[in-house]
């Protein structure tokens, strides 16, 4: 899933300037399971906001709403019928549900609450770690599923570099070196013979951006596509 | 006028090199005189390539000047800051200006020096970057392309013999030498014996069928231990902790931690002579490298307490 984090409250009040009315537009998937813009952060969000605006004598009216997903034209339609209250929409969406809001209702200005930071899992409680760059050309098969161009700072195919510190990454401390996990991992399945191909330069080109993904079903022309 | 290095390094029993750092500015005095100082005490000079991400003069261009006053240089070229056309290019550049022998290493992390807030590239890593050069070499770029004129380098690398664990970096030193990697230069050995042992290991790998093919055409493959100076125990103490693949073992910083006061240099001098000392009686390997960050001008001490001098 996206992780993301929110921004710190000084940084949004400074965002929101002036602005009178506020919708606070929460986004039900992603990121509400790594807890940073669902239902209950949007609650909190919105709660902070008000009291400040309180404390500082401050007429403001900030509303939520938490859509299922922002990264979807559907869930966002049924705004239409009262975005017009508002002077801005505050999204606590990853930087894609923020994008299609402000597509969506390109009269409005929209704002991020967040910072995304990235494709990860859940380590542990309330700990979400990177697992993948979208790269484009996944090369997961060779590394026995750990993703080197993710989890090496420096992005290395054929080996650690000399910063590996027992079993650690010199970049972070607390990050394992992904190429001593490799290496274990392949060791344990019995599978060095992986490690011994030298890599060739990655290409890059899947990761030219913007990237678009069109679904061969839905190609004109394509026999399974639209008739 | 300095012998090439390629020829030194087949014919020389014991190979010494030394690192210099360029300036980070625009005055080179103190690097001419580092030059100068060496250039007829070692085999080749080394220049480090923007050392721990630190924004310098460019190795490129402290290579020039060691030819220019008459050393032989070494360009370490590292992936950090630059993609696979820049590197290219910097390649074939450092040819035009008389470069011969390049040293191919991934580099420091950006967040490790004085801007921190960098875009690190990483484009290639070490080996790819030895492949480049082979590419560079045969008259092909790496896209495939013709090049008018190739380059003819001899192509370095480095390797950490404390590693821990050492096997992943086993594998890697074998698929550098399979890239074209002719010398390697080691991180800082303290230890010997442990040495000794790394040896035997590379020794074997390096006796490997596939690699004894890479190595026919152009002889075999050297090693220089790397030889970092020690100026304190307090410095001896920040490298145990800090870098990764140094081991100072404790006796040593004992016996740089008795030295009387403002002696310390003194001794990490003798230390490092009578590790190459004792790594050139032994043959150990073909020879050192040493860097003696920030105290270049104590090199020649070093050579003449290993009695090379």
């Given amino acids: 899933m996206i992780v993301a984090e929110r921004k710190p409250l000084e940084e949004i009040e400074r965002m929101l300037a002036d602005a009178e009315r506020v919708l606070v537009v929460g986004c039900g998937t992603c990121v509400a399971v790594c807890m940073a813009g669902g239902e209950k952060e949007v609650e909190l969000l919105a709660g902070q906001l008000r009291m400040r605006a309180e404390a500082a004598g401050r007429r403001r009216r900030i509303d939520r709403v938490t859509l299922t997903r922002q990264c979807d034209r559907e869930y966002l339609d049924p705004l239409a019928a009262y975005v017009d209250e508002y002077d801005v929409l505050l999204s606590t969406a990853c930087g894609a549900g923020v994008q299609l809001l402000a597509e969506r209702f390109d009269g409005k200005l929209v704002l991020p609450a967040l910072n995304t930071r990235f494709i990860g899992v859940a380590e542990g409680p309330g700990l979400w770690s990177q697992r993948c760059l979208a790269c484009g050309e996944c090369l997961l098969d060779r590394t026995g599923g750990i993703c080197p161009v993710t989890r090496c700072p420096k992005n290395l195919l054929n080996g650690p570099c000399g910063g ?34 030298i890599q060739p330069p990655k290409d890059y080109r899947p990761m030219t951006k913007p990237a678009r993904v069109a679904h061969p079903a839905f190609q004109t022309g394509s026999p399974a596509g639209p008739k | 006028m300095a012998r090439a290095f390629r020829d030194v390094l087949q014919e020389k029993e014991f190979v010494v090199t030394a690192e210099i750092g360029p300036p980070k500015g625009t005055d080179v005095s103190r690097l001419v005189h580092h030059i100068e100082l060496l250039r007829d005490r070692v085999d080749a000079l080394n220049v480090t390539d923007n050392q721990s991400s630190v924004m310098r003069v460019s190795s490129l261009a402290a290579c020039r000047l060691i030819l220019e006053h008459g050393g032989e240089p070494i360009l370490q070229l590292t992936c950090r800051d630059r993609n696979r056309l820049a590197l290219q290019s910097e390649l074939l550049s450092a040819w035009v200006l008389g470069v011969r022998n390049v040293l191919c290493l991934t580099g420091d992390y950006v967040t490790l020096g004085d801007h921190p807030e960098a875009k690190p590239v990483f484009d290639l890593d070490s080996v790819q970057l030895l492949q480049t050069v082979g590419r560079l070499n045969q008259g092909q770029d790496l896209a495939g392309n013709n090049l008018e004129g190739a380059t003819d380098f001899l192509a370095g690398a480095v390797v950490t013999p404390e590693a821990d664990p050492l096997e992943p970096q086993l594998i890697k030193f074998a698929k550098k030498v399979r890239a074209g990697a002719r010398f390697f230069q080691t991180q800082a050995v ?7 042992r790394f040896m035997e290991q590379a020794r074997r790998l390096m006796a490997d069928s596939r690699l004894a093919t890479e190595q026919s055409a152009t002889g075999p493959v050297k090693i220089l231990a790397g030889i970092v100076l020690l100026t304190s125990a307090k410095m001896a103490r920040y490298m145990n902790e800090h870098v990764p693949g140094i081991m100072v073992p404790e006796h040593l910083i004992q016996e740089l931690a008795g030295a009387e006061k403002g002696k310390a240099l003194q001794v990490g001098i003798q230390i490092a002579g009578r ?8 043959r150990l390997c073909d020879g050192v490298h ?17 009695g090379l001098g």
Avoid at chain 1, 178 to 191: F, N, S, V
Avoid at chain 2, 190 to 196: C, G, N, P, V
Avoid at chain 2, 275 to 282: C, V
Wanted: aromatic fraction near 8%; glycine fraction near 4%; charge should be negative.
């Fill in chain 1, 164 to 197: 590996t510190n027992h079993g650690k990454c010199e970049v972070n401390p607390e990050n394992d070196c992904a190429w001593t996990l490799i290496y274990r991992r392949l060791e344990k399945l019995g599978r060095l013979d992986l490690l011994d191909a």
């Fill in chain 2, 190 to 196: 303290y230890d010997l014996e442990r040495f000794r």
């Fill in chain 2, 275 to 282: 590790l190459i000392r004792q790594i050139y009686l032994d």
């Fill in chain 2, 290 to 306: 040493i860097m003696a960050i920030g105290r270049e001008e104590r090199v020649p001490d070093i050579l003449a307490e290993a």
